[in-house]
Every structure is written in C-alpha cells, then in structure tokens.
C-alpha cells in the first residue's frame, strides 16, 4: 500500500506542475489559432493515435518483465524502434490523405511523422520506468509539455507559424522527454542485452496487446466520424477545446502506472481503493472548481468558446467517470494469472487478457454507431446540440464499460467492488470541495476578454480554493495527514522526520 501511494503522490506532483503547463499551452493554442487550425491539430493527434497500437506490444511485456525482474530494456527499446518506423510509415499515407480530404494542411500533417517515431520510443523508455521506478512514470509528460510550451510561445505566438508551428513545439517536447527518460533508465539499459530470442517470441504471441491496442484505437474513431458527418471544424474544435482544457481530472489517472505494477506484482484487490482515493483526492475539487466557475473558464479560451461555459462541467464528469473505469480495467487486467506463453489460444480466449479488449471493442463499436446515427438527425439543430450530445455519449460508454468489467470481475475472479466505500470518498471529497467553492465564490471577480484580467479572476479564487481545501482535507482525513507526513519526509529527510 505505501509503495502505491507514494508512487501515486509522486506523479500527483509532476502532474500538478504539468497541469499548469498543460493549462497554459491550451489556452495559447486556443486563442491564437483558428478553428481550421486546431481542428487540424485535433486531427493530427488523433491520425498519430491510429498508428500507435504497434507500440501495445512493448507496453504490454516491458514493464511485466521489469517488474518481476527480468531486465529486458534494450531489446525492448530497439522493438520499438522498428515498430516506430513502420508505424510512422503508415501515419505518413493515412494522414496525407485524411488532411486532402479535409482541406487541411499537408505539410504541418506530414511534419507531424516525427512524432510518431518520437511516441514509440518515449514508450518504450517509460515502460522501463513504470516497472522499476513508477513513481517518475510522469515525469516524462511533464517535460514534454514543458519543453511544447517554451517553444510553442516563440513558434505560436510570436512567429505566428499556427498549426506548423504547435507541430514544431510537439516535436521538440517529445524529444527533450526522451532525453530525460534514457538519463533516468541508462543505468538499467546498459546492464540489459539484447535477446533476439524473446523480440520473436514477443512478435509471436502479440495478438492479445495488438488486439487490445487496435479495441482501444476505436475510440479516437469519432473525432474523425464526426468530422466526416458534419463537414465542421467548428464541431471538432469546441468539443477538442472542452476535452482538452477539462482533461486535467484525466491525469489523475497517473495512479494507473502503480496500481497496475502493484497488482502485477502481489494481485491483491484492495490496492483499487488505495489508487481511488488518491484520484478522488485530486479529481473531485478541480471538478467541483469547474462546475462552480465554468463561465469564467469558458470565457478564458476566448470569445469563440464562451458558448462552451454550460458544457464545460459536462466535460469534467465524463473524465471522473473515465478515472473509475481506468481503475476497474487496471484491477480486472490484474488479477489475471495466467499469461501469453503459459496456456493455450484457446484459454486465453477465457482470461481477462482477451476479454477486457473485447469488452471494450464492443462497447467502442456500439459509441460509435449511435454517435453517426444521432448527429446525422440532430445536426440541423446546431453546433451547442452537436458537442453536447457528443459529451453525453461519451460519459455513457464509459459507465457501460464500468458495468460489464464489473460483471466480469464477479464472475472470474469473485471479486466484488466496494462501491459503498467508493461513495463514501465521493461523498466526502464531493462536500470538502463544495464547501471551499461556496466560500471562494464570494470574492467578486471581473468577467472580461482580456486573457490576463480572466487569469487573474480565476487566481483569485483558485489560490484561496486550493488552501481552504488542502487544510481542511488535512483536518477531516487521517490518510491525508498521513501522506502529507510521508511527503514532508521525503522532500526534507531530516533527523526530526525521520
């Protein structure tokens, strides 16, 4: 249990910093560029998204090695090089010809082939972390975001370059968190060799990562869908700007990294509520603090998006329901004993590892369905209608997929989820953040276009929201001042903390 929370308050702090940095490169890309073009960015990352299921393989084996001690680094880091290249192969055709179809632009399309390459191999050296030091399993997203904003300020907003220029940014974020990732795993990479032997027989028995890869690649399907149904870059870069500025409460889904190598390592079940809590703890207040000032948030990303401002707390619930699913996923995944290589392709047809993708395969199929057939009857009504719809179905596939792994958990492993307990922290962290939000709203703020009298209204109440919230969390909850203790410890090992 410490070695999950620990780890999961570690990247808790790397994710902080890198939501603020996250924050900022949204609202700069939002604001200076046009709707064309962040659809086009949308796009583009969604065209990357398409070709990254390659990379499943490595994900899948890398860190079940790692953590159980089998250093397997180099001869995963160069697997995933050569996934890399074919990978970046096909965005090369697959995005040219999307970008033509659209009307988009082909070179910041193309431009964008770097990134792949880039992904694959930032993929390989975090899974080396996640399955020996899970608690800088963050750290690389906060570089690359970092490093994205520095150069997307010069790129975007002074040089003007738009779409190419966020392009550009990507490209040398990615390339600073590579250099970061291989300064913290060199040690470990260069006492591994290189087995031929193992790449083949991963390559053999790679069906189950790539299946569960290509069943999750079905989601980003719908930016595309409803692209090509609605003919709209408006649609695509109000839902994109919503998504992306709520997708904070997101990170806190950082807990995945520990929670998976800790059921990996001593399947036990109660590591969920432990992984729970800490996302709660920090999930809960941002979209309390949304709900309560999503006009003002709104009218931080410009005059286009105010019409976001009723949909934003929208955004924010989908994502606290998306957090609980990665969860379930991580605990049902983990629980599974049996492995590629130990039983037959028929067992493994019963095992968790088959039947958590097919799950979701299902479940994406069926999104996306409903999502064509109902934006083709509604879209006369209007963008507003079209994004909100979208958010509902969205929310919704989720909590099916939370209902049928929860099934599936009962049933192959007589687990049952203590969702009285799981209640109990939304309850208390719903209350605590309500609280703080009710008293901060008191301070009259400015609604403004000016992007730094909206920033500061919303420091003026986040600032004291965020104190009011840590102090009385730390007053209300044991397990808090617990960790609050640990951190202390760690950040200042004296001889009094220790």
């Known amino acids: 249990m410490v070695r999950i929370v620990y780890a999961t308050f570690m990247n808790y702090v790397f994710s902080f910093v890198e939501a603020v940095i996250s924050f900022l490169f949204v609202v700069l890309i939002i604001r200076r560029l046009s709707f064309s073009d962040f659809a086009n960015w949308i796009l583009i990352t969604t065209y990357i998204s398409y070709v990254l299921f390659l990379a499943a393989i490595c994900d899948y084996w890398i860190p079940r090695y790692v953590a159980r001690g089998v250093n397997v680094s180099k001869t995963g880091i160069v697997l995933m090089l050569l996934l890399g290249l074919a990978a970046t192969a096909v965005y090369s055709v697959v995005g040219y010809a999307l970008a033509l179809t659209f009307g988009h632009d082909i070179v910041a399309t193309l431009l964008a082939s770097f990134i792949v390459l880039l992904i694959f191999l930032n993929r390989g050296l975090n899974s080396i972390v996640i399955g020996t030091k899970p608690q800088f399993a963050t750290l690389c997203l906060l570089v690359q975001r970092a490093t994205q904003l520095a150069v997307a300020v010069l790129m975007v907003y002074y040089l003007r370059f738009g779409v190419r220029g966020v392009v550009v940014a990507a490209i040398a974020g990615w390339c600073a968190s590579c250099m970061v990732l291989y300064s913290i795993t060199r040690k470990y990479i260069s006492e591994s060799k290189i087995n031929y032997e193992i790449m083949v027989l991963w390559i053999k028995r790679a069906w189950i990562p790539l299946y569960t890869s290509i069943s999750g690649t079905l989601m980003a399907l719908d930016y595309t869908v ?273």
């Not at 379930?328 to 492995?339: D, K, P, S, W, Y």
């Open 226 to 498: 409803m692209r090509y149904i609605t003919g709209s870059d408006e649609v695509i870069a109000l839902y994109g700007a919503g998504a992306t500025f709520t997708k904070a409460i997101a990170l806190t889904a950082q807990a995945m990294p520990a929670l998976y190598a800790g059921m990996l390592k001593d399947a036990r079940g109660e590591y969920l509520y432990h992984a729970l809590w800490a996302m709660y703890l920090v999930a809960i207040p941002l979209t309390t603090f949304i709900y309560f000032n999503s006009k003002l948030i709104a009218a931080l990303l410009g005059v286009k998006y105010v019409k976001l401002g009723p949909v934003l707390p929208l955004f924010a619930t989908m994502y606290i329901v998306y957090i609980t699913h990665t969860a379930i996923t991580a605990v049902f995944t983990g629980l599974e004993r049996r492995e590629l290589g130990t039983v037959s392709s028929r067992e493994l047809l019963k095992t968790a590892l088959f039947k958590n993708p097919t799950v979701n395969a299902v479940v994406n199929v069926a999104y996306l369905a409903t999502l064509a057939l109902t934006v083709m009857f509604v879209r006369e009504l209007g963008v507003f209608t079209v994004v909100l719809l979208w958010v509902l179905l969205s929310t919704t596939r989720y909590l099916v997929q939370i209902v049928l792994k929860e099934y599936l958990l009962r049933k192959d492993f007589k687990f049952r989820t203590n969702y009285l307990l799981i209640s109990k922290y939304l309850a208390k962290f719903t209350l605590l953040s309500v609280l703080c939000c009710l008293v901060v709203n008191l301070i009259p703020v400015e609604y403004s276009t000016s992007i730094w009298k909206i920033t500061h209204s919303l420091l003026m109440r986040g600032i004291p929201y965020t104190l009011l919230y840590v102090s009385i969390t730390y007053l209300v909850d044991a397990r808090f001042r617990l960790l609050c203790l640990r951190a202390v410890n760690i950040l200042i090992p004296s001889k009094i903390h220790r």
